[in-house]
């Protein structure tokens, strides 16, 4: 398979929208907590060099990771995101920039912790380039990042509307083991879980994607929400999905790695 992930992200616009759900981004994330959580409990006993929380939005981790490092990085695309975070945890030493382009020394990191942030990244095989150059022989990359599958309840509501990309594009799981292997990471914990969500309305399913900012899409956006009409349209085609108990359904596919350098 060539490489299809999340291509022309802009990723100005990226960071600019999470600065702006910076505020109130802790209200709305209860499943990126669920995540975060269980993606701490996967890192490898001991205490570790370096560590770099990855994405690290509000820094609802750092102080979790802070005991198992001598010293926390925590590194974030938007200025935003980092500002809450230095107010929560101002022990780490914080680095805006990207991901795919990291302002670190080769073979620096003992240990990458990056939890639902990379898959907002143009390509994965120069992401996991990226990591592999910054993470020394035998450092580790634990990671949590969306796979296909997810959000595809509200892809099935626009796809009754148009043909325009309205939700991230996802890649496989399997093809994301494939690039890390590819890349020269051994695997040693590779884990896919279903996580569902459930709304009482389209309105707070949107707004709980709003608040984290993740309502934007990648690629050219074509039609977006647009007006009363199409909100309605849209409201009635998830309708058809809604659950045996009373709920509007919204899944996500998480992929746990945890992989050695
Ligand atoms: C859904 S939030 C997750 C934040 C945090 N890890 C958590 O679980 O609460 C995604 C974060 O990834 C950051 N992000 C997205 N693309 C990035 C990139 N290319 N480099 C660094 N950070 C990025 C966003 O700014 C945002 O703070």
Redesign the pocket.
């Known amino acids: 398979m060539t490489e299809m992930t999340v291509g022309a992200v802009d ?1 100005q616009a ?2 600019l929208r ?1 600065g702006h759900a910076a505020q109130h ?1 802790d209200r709305y ?1 209860r499943f ?2 669920d ?2 959580q269980h993606l701490l409990s996967l890192i490898p006993d001991g205490k570790h060099e370096v560590v770099l ?6 820094g ?2 750092l102080q979790s990771l802070q005991p198992l490092s001598e010293q926390l990085l925590a ?4 200025s935003g ?1 980092l500002h809450q975070a230095r107010q929560r945890h101002e022990q780490a030493l914080f680095l805006c ?4 382009q990291l302002p670190l020394a080769a073979a620096s990191l003992d240990v990458v912790f ?4 990379i898959q ?2 143009h390509s994965y095989t120069d992401l996991l380039a990226e990591l592999y150059r910054v993470i020394r022989p035998g450092g580790y990359l634990v990671f949590a990042t969306l796979c296909q599958g997810s959000l595809d309840e509200l892809r099935r509501a626009w796809a009754c509307l148009d043909s325009f990309d309205h939700v991230n594009y996802f890649v496989p799981e399997p093809q994301l083991r494939t690039w890390s292997e590819q890349q020269g990471f051994r695997c040693v914990h590779w884990e896919s879980r279903k996580h569902g969500l459930q709304y009482q309305n389209l309105r707070d399913l949107l707004m709980g994607l709003k608040g ?3 309502s934007q899409v990648s690629g050219v956006r074509q039609g977006g929400l647009g007006g009363r009409e199409r909100l309605r349209r849209l409201e009635c085609a998830y309708e058809q999905q809604r659950d045996l108990s009373g709920f509007l359904p919204l899944s996500y596919e998480v992929c746990y790695g945890v992989l050695v350098r």
């Open positions: 990723k990226l960071a999470f981004y994330a990126q907590q995540v975060g929380d990855l994405g690290c939005g509000t609802f981790f590194l974030d695309l938007a995101m920039g990207d991901a795919e990056s939890s639902l942030a907002w990244c984290i900012g993740a």
